[in-house]
């Protein structure tokens, strides 16, 4: 592997990477896929990603000025160039929604052939990036997002990334796109340590609800991260990244009107009317029980939960949940039903919207 030190030089980049594109049309609809390793230790942590040279060369105009160089230097230059760019846009944030700061550490590629001058050559060369980010103990959440190739001849761009926390973690895997999706992912243990594991965190990447029947109360619970709810009606903030107290007023209030309009629930074949609709936004350490004051959140990782209680008189016969909140982006709502020692899963979309519960 030919390995580099690391340069920035992101104005540079910019400038080759405008001039690939405007050289380069018929790349306008290339994807680029990448992929690429985190590993979660006590005090940093560790990511190799893996780039294919062509995706790179696309966005590095190094022949520009007619000279000739070789395959093999021009390969060099763009990934150099490139890091600055991957530092800045592969970000990690912790629970409290700060970034934590990366390095590039090296940047190596797999292309031997000093004398070719055809670039052709070495598009299908690999070139690793490794990069390091700091921290001071080990982190409990994680929330991951890359927005890299968004401004080049590759505007749709997705890294594949296999997260770990120890030798024997099995580990899991995230798919991040350049449209701005996150993944969130839980540490348990001490991380480095055997049995220390990473793992998505559930409740932060669909909407899902939760419907309990009872003989005396029906509890639906609902619950989505705040970036889907934002899909519905984008947020006015100051800072994109955190949200203060008032924002998380509206979310709430936003939350609950979209409930009351889109959610009904029938009890014995008549609407039923909640005695109490309790909203709350909570960050991925929280669930509902807990106790806090008032503070800022993170947006990327925070969620909003409601509580809806509706009475009932008698034990009910039939129970219907009408699930209309849907868009273009949110598709289906991961539910599931609690009545007695039963529990039922069911996802709900435009075309089966209907949770059912019957006694008989």
């Not at 609809?29 to 990603?49: M, Q, Y």
């Not at 190094?62 to 093999?72: E, K, N, P, Q, T």
């Not at 014995?268 to 509902?288: F, G, H, Q």
């Not at 503070?295 to 909003?304: C, I």
């Amino acid at each position: 592997m030919r390995r580099l030190e690391c340069m920035l030089s992101a104005g540079r980049f910019a400038l080759l990477a405008a001039s690939a594109l405007a050289a380069s049309p018929a790349l306008a609809h290339s994807v680029v896929v990448s992929r690429g390793e985190l590993s979660v230790k006590s005090d940093a942590l560790l990511a190799r990603l893996d780039f294919f040279a062509g995706d790179l060369l696309d966005r590095c105009a190094v022949l520009s000025d007619g000279a000739a160089v070789s395959a093999w230097h021009a390969l060099d230059e763009c990934a150099l160039l490139f890091a600055d760019e991957l530092v800045e846009n592969f970000m990690i944030r912790d629970e409290s929604g700060l970034w934590i700061m990366g390095e590039c550490i090296s940047t190596e590629h797999d292309f031997r052939d000093w004398s070719a001058t055809d670039l052709d050559a070495v598009r299908e060369a690999r070139v690793s990036y490794r990069l390091r980010f700091a921290v001071s103990s080990t982190p409990r959440f994680l929330t991951l997002q890359q927005l890299l190739f968004r401004d080049g001849p590759s505007h749709a761009a997705q890294l594949v990334l296999a997260l770990r926390a120890s030798p024997d973690d099995p580990g899991c895997r995230v798919q991040l796109t350049n449209r701005g999706n996150v993944e969130t992912v839980c540490i348990a243990g001490n991380a480095g340590a055997p049995g220390a594991r990473v793992t998505i965190h559930p409740e932060l990447r669909t909407l899902q609800t939760k419907l309990t029947v009872g003989a005396s109360s029906i509890l639906l619970e609902a619950g989505m991260p705040l970036f889907l709810l934002e899909t519905w009606a984008p947020g006015e903030r100051p800072d994109r990244d955190f949200l203060s107290i008032t924002d998380q007023r509206v979310a709430a209030e936003r939350f609950t009107g979209l409930l009351h309009k889109q959610v009904s629930l029938r009890i014995n074949d008549a609407l039923a009317e909640p005695r109490e609709i309790v909203v709350r936004v909570l960050s991925p350490a929280e669930v509902w029980s807990d106790q806090t004051s008032a503070r800022r959140l993170g947006f990327w990782s925070a969620r909003v939960v409601a509580r809806i209680d509706y009475p009932v008189s008698d034990p009910p016969e039939d129970v219907s949940l009408i699930w209309n909140l849907f868009n273009g982006a949110v598709l289906q709502a991961d539910s599931v039903l609690f009545a007695g020692a039963s529990r039922t899963e069911q996802i709900l979309t435009p075309y089966s919207p209907i949770l059912r519960w019957s006694r008989r």
